[in-house]
């Protein structure tokens, strides 16, 4: 029987800046590499960045909203604590909505995608990842940063971009690929091991999804091949008899846990009415999964593509780079740390701090950023409607470069943004360079991580301009 | 609302100032000591005469205790008193009314900071617990967002517009490098500064304040008492202070080019005062140049130029020294330095010595010809969020 489960909408979010691979080896004196890596900012995480690409996947449908946000993702912000919480706080999901983490491993990202596919509800499946290894090594040019939303469903809650037609896991327990907890890198066993072990594991789910979804090979039009270990991906790629979509190598690296909902949602960007997309992820085993394009994918779409965020970049340099992950330990500002934000304070203006919820005054409608309860010029007290400013676009007024502050990486670049339809922000700037700012400029609004003080996690939004 | 004003009905009858400097061999409690013995000096009275203080310090210590107990005071009322930078002018605000008050005869007004014992360049705010939300952005920063929004305003060249403040700096070392208890006492020229790198927009950290550590003090009784203590005391004739609802950093209308409280604060004393020209009637200003581009907006926000003139007056000499009317005579916080809690009471003592004439020849204007009154401006804040103070003074009852 056809499942009338499937995808409703996906977003991502692949971050602005890009290290050249050339760079590395000017600077470490190895043999050079070609291409780029996406590199998170300093004040981006896998949470930020998963808040990102969840805001377009749920601003780009008309689908009932999700009843459940899953987060996976290798490279936490926080343990112990549930990550996906902030996601749906700035999401500004219901309580009823429950969110989990599905972490530990690479796995985790596209089981969680699965499982959402195979049981009742819509799901909104997170995958996120910063993906880092030592100086040198695999992941340093290799890697990628990156996040992907897919909102599952059935047709029920929405028109479906795309059908989940079946699919198949195999699962096996060997050791290509291991990190001790709180390591920044991964050690790997020998090539070739990882190659013979992971070729029998795909041959075996890719046979068994055709026989669930009912299809043949030559049913399928593109196969998304995804995995850490490059040797086995491209070999199995090869060897399943379909046209193999690319993998991003050269443009943002592997992007981990976010790999295979990336690299779908690429081919989702371009992929026509009728086509067999088939996902198959390589993580401790093999996870196929079949999908039918619709009709409905044409419009449903979400405005910013994979291709329009590769296309909008700006380098780093490998040693900015390597400060912003840890791994280069530079003298931080002379000045005194942030304080660390106050968990009551946070939870009661949650709705502001996470969500970026203003206030427009009733009587004079006039919007407060922050939230107030009285309002300026004459507004009257507790006469105000929250009002979500998450969305809103808006244009530099006045912009300053600030040289002294406390910042993960100086220069701060601050500006007062006027927002179209109302409000007012003095606000930091990101995904900027300090000579490109000008008045007029035009801006929207990011969830980031101001700063991080006593392992505390600082999350605010900031405005960056608006590009593609 | 109602803002009558004390007018002529307290005198201040002395002050005192000690050098604002890094003072790593002196305490605050050493400042304050001196600053209070200096004051009360001048005034030719003794601790026992005095029966209030009220004691500013921004963030250098807490409660009244924190004077009572280096001074030695002998069961007196002590109001610790905090408004961001104007915290000086208000503790002289807050004593003057006590007296007007008829509760006390004679209050002292003292404010000191200690800034350079914490370990960091600048200054650094108290960490109050907070949702992680606002701004962490430095002062200058917050300051040199008024550059680019006037120069857009009044269609003027950035370039130009960074020579003008240049140029307040200019004048101020120049005025600072005559005066003995101000930190830099060094002159530099604008060209100088504008090649310096920028530390927050295109400011360089010479249009910031200096940081010192320092106090100052005054004393005050009611008017008809004043000549018992001295020939000339400084009347009253107007004090405001206005505290800003944050609105300019809401409401889009605002533009970075003016600081409404100071132009409201500035309204209100001119009404005490009496003062419709305060181009012509004043005959010195000490304003709160916290960076050079507040005192480029103060000139307007004053009256002392007229919207969108205040670069031209900066380039044609207009508040210096020999101007027709000199701003920050003593070096301002650029050059006497600025230890937040003194430095209300510090351009009260400039305005103090200049009307009784008792200025070093160097840094003398001529002003004091015709004129008798001066105003002092300190405010708190930033641009859009702020409190200000204006104080106007004079050598005569009207």
């Known amino acids: 029987m056809r499942t009338t489960k499937g995808i409703l909408a996906y977003g991502t979010h692949v971050p602005y800046r890009r290290l050249d691979r050339a760079e590395i080896a000017a600077v470490m004196g190895t043999p050079s590499g070609r291409g780029y890596r996406s590199v998170a900012s300093f004040d981006e995480d896998t949470t930020t960045m998963g808040v990102e690409a969840a805001r377009r996947a749920l601003g780009s449908t008309a689908a009932l909203p999700p009843d459940a946000l899953w987060f996976s993702t290798v490279a936490p912000a926080y343990l112990d604590k549930t990550n996906a919480t902030a996601i749906h706080a700035a999401l500004r999901l219901d309580a009823s909505v429950s969110a989990l983490d599905f972490g530990g491993a690479q796995r985790s990202a596209v089981g969680a995608l699965r499982t959402a596919l195979t049981t009742p509800g819509r799901t909104l499946v997170v995958s996120s990842d910063v993906r880092v290894s030592l100086p040198t090594g695999p992941e340093d040019g290799g890697g990628g940063d990156a996040a992907a939303a897919i909102l599952t469903g059935s047709s029920t809650d929405g028109p479906l971009l795309a059908e989940y037609l079946g699919g198949a896991t195999t699962t096996a327990e060997f050791t290509d690929r291991w990190r001790i907890p709180g390591s920044n890198h991964s050690h790997t066993w020998e090539d070739r091991f990882g190659e013979q072990a992971y070729s029998p594991l795909v041959r075996q789910a890719w046979a068994d999804a055709l026989v669930a979804a009912g299809l043949t090979v030559d049913d399928v039009s593109v196969a998304v091949v995804t995995g850490l270990h490059d040797r086995a991906t491209r070999k199995t790629a090869a060897g399943l008899g379909v046209a193999v979509a690319d993998d991003l190598a050269a443009t943002i690296g592997n992007t981990g846990a976010a790999q295979p909902a990336l690299l779908l949602a690429d081919v989702l960007d371009s992929a026509k009415a009728n086509d067999v997309v088939a996902l198959v992820a390589l993580a401790d085993g093999c996870e196929v999964l079949l999908f039918r394009i619709t009709a409905e994918l044409r419009v449903g779409r979400p405005t910013r593509s994979v291709a329009t965020q590769i296309d909008n970049r700006a380098d780093v340099s490998y040693t900015r780079y390597l400060a912003w992950r840890g791994l280069l330990n530079v003298q931080p500002p002379n000045r005194p740390k942030p304080a660390r934000p106050s968990s009551p304070a946070a939870l009661r203006r949650s709705d502001w701090k996470h969500g970026f919820v203003g206030s427009i005054d009733r009587s004079t409608g006039i919007t407060h950023l922050p939230p107030s309860r009285v309002g300026i010029s004459g507004g009257t007290v507790d006469n105000m409607d929250p009002i979500p400013m998450a969305n809103a676009v808006g244009t530099v007024v006045t912009f300053t470069v600030d040289h002294l502050a406390y910042s993960q990486s100086p220069p701060t670049v601050f500006a007062v943004v006027d927002f179209d339809g109302g409000g007012r922000m003095p606000i930091e700037l990101t995904d900027v360079d300090p000579d490109a700012v000008l008045i007029g400029g035009r801006v929207e609004m990011t969830f980031r991580r101001l700063f991080t003080t006593d392992g505390l996690h600082n999350y605010f939004w900031k405005a960056r301009p608006i590009r593609g | ?398």
Not at chain 2, 142 to 148: E, G, H, I
Not at chain 2, 185 to 196: G, L, N, Y
Request: aromatic share 8%; hydrophobic share 40%; glycine share 10%.
């Open chain 2, 1 to 398: 609302m109602a803002s009558h004003g004390i007018r002529d009905q307290v005198a201040i009858v002395g002050m005192g100032c000690t050098p604002f400097r890094e003072h790593w061999d002196l305490s605050l409690d050493d400042l304050l000591i001196d600053a209070h013995g200096l004051a009360l000096d001048s005034a030719g009275i003794i601790k026992s005469d005095v029966d209030a203080y009220w004691y500013g310090t921004s963030q250098s210590s807490a409660s009244g205790i924190s004077l009572a107990s280096p001074l030695r005071l002998d069961n007196r009322p002590v109001t610790r008193v905090e408004n961001y930078c104007a915290t000086g002018s208000e503790a002289l605000r807050q004593a003057c009314y006590a007296v007007a008050s008829g509760a006390y005869d004679i209050a002292v007004a003292i404010g000191g900071e200690k800034v350079k014992d914490g370990g960091y360049q600048g200054l650094n705010a108290f960490p109050i617990p907070t949702d992680g939300t606002n701004r962490t952005l430095t002062a200058a920063a917050m300051f040199s967002l008024m550059l680019p929004a006037y120069a857009e305003r009044f269609g003027i060249d950035e370039d130009r517009l960074r020579y003008v403040v240049a140029k307040i700096a200019e004048k101020n070392h120049y005025n600072g490098a005559r005066n003995d208890l101000a930190q830099f006492r060094r002159e530099i020229a604008a060209e100088d500064i504008c090649k310096m790198a920028p530390v927050a927009g295109c400011l360089s950290v010479f249009d910031c304040a200096g940081v010192a550590d320092g106090a100052a003090a005054a004393v005050v009784v009611s008017a008809e008492k004043a000549t018992d203590y001295t020939d000339a005391p400084l009347y009253v004739k107007a004090l405001s202070v206005v505290a800003g609802d944050g609105s300019g950093l809401i409401e889009p209308d605002f533009d970075f080019t003016t600081l409404p409280e100071c132009a409201a604060t500035a309204a209100d004393a001119y009404a005490q005062a009496g003062i419709t020209d305060p181009r012509t009637e004043l005959a010195l200003a000490e304003v709160h140049d916290c960076f050079t581009p507040t005192e480029l907006v103060l000139m307007e926000d004053l009256g002392f130029s007229e919207r969108g003139q205040g670069w031209s007056d900066v380039l044609e000499g207009r508040f210096a020294l020999d101007g027709d009317l000199p701003v920050n005579t003593d070096g301002g916080l650029k050059s006497f330095g600025h230890p937040v809690g003194a430095s209300g009471l510090r351009m009260h003592y400039e305005v103090w010595l200049q009307l009784r004439g008792e200025a070093p020849v160097e840094r003398r204007i001529t002003t004091l010809d015709t004129r008798s009154r001066a105003l002092v401006h300190n405010l708190g804040g930033y641009p859009g969020e702020m409190v200000s103070f204006v104080g106007i003074w004079g050598t005569d009852l009207d």
